[in-house]
């Protein structure tokens, strides 16, 4: 190879040129790769900011609401009370989550909703997801397999009808 003026390169400063090109290369390859890094970690973010303002949300809209709102795992233990059912049993959340839920209500309560599902057809409790979740909230939750049963065929059908009241209760 020669340079505009004639001048001869030699091989190694060849090699040297060639190195500095794959360097170069590198170096472009890495920016590209830090440029889509950086794209990619500022959409998380943003995406992760827009997750917590709908959680926020959320938790708001559930927080105000003047229902009862009580969230507890297939074991009867209490995940979640809102505020109006705090009001309502005159305690902290403190005091009602990891509470058996059975223990918020009174025996007279879950007595009458037990005699009123076991009147039913028994088909008719089966097909329907909510009186299999009334039905085994009403029952005394020990934790035995057949609550989590229960509850697992009632989430199961909530979600197959696309019932979102239904699958946040279970």
């Known amino acids: ?19 500095f090109a794959d360097l170069a290369a590198i170096a472009l390859d890495k920016a ?3 440029a889509k890094f950086e794209a990619e970690l500022r959409e998380r973010r943003q995406a ?4 917590k303002k709908s959680e926020e949300r959320y938790r708001s809209v559930v ?11 297939p074991d009867g233990r209490v995940l979640f ?8 049993k005159g305690e902290t959340k403190a005091q009602i989550i990891g509470r058996n839920v059975a223990d918020l209500f009174s025996p007279k ?27 085994t909230a009403a029952r005394r939750i020990t934790g ?6 229960a509850f697992s065929q009632a989430l199961d059908t909530f979600e197959t009808q696309k019932e979102t009241r239904g699958m946040l209760l279970c």
């Open 1 to 19: 190879l020669h340079t505009e003026k004639g001048r001869k390169i030699s091989d190694h400063e060849f090699e040297l040129l060639k190195r």
């Open 32 to 34: 590209l790769v830090d």
């Open 48 to 51: 992760e900011a827009a997750l």
């Open 63 to 73: 927080e105000d609401l003047s229902e009862f709102i009580l969230r507890w795992r």
């Open 81 to 88: 009370a809102n505020e109006a059912y705090c009001r309502y």
């Open 109 to 135: 309560a879950l007595d009458q909703a037990k005699e009123i599902i076991s009147a039913l057809p028994k088909d008719m409790v089966q097909d329907d997801p909510w009186l299999v979740f009334f039905a």
């Open 144 to 149: 035995g397999n057949r609550n989590i049963k």
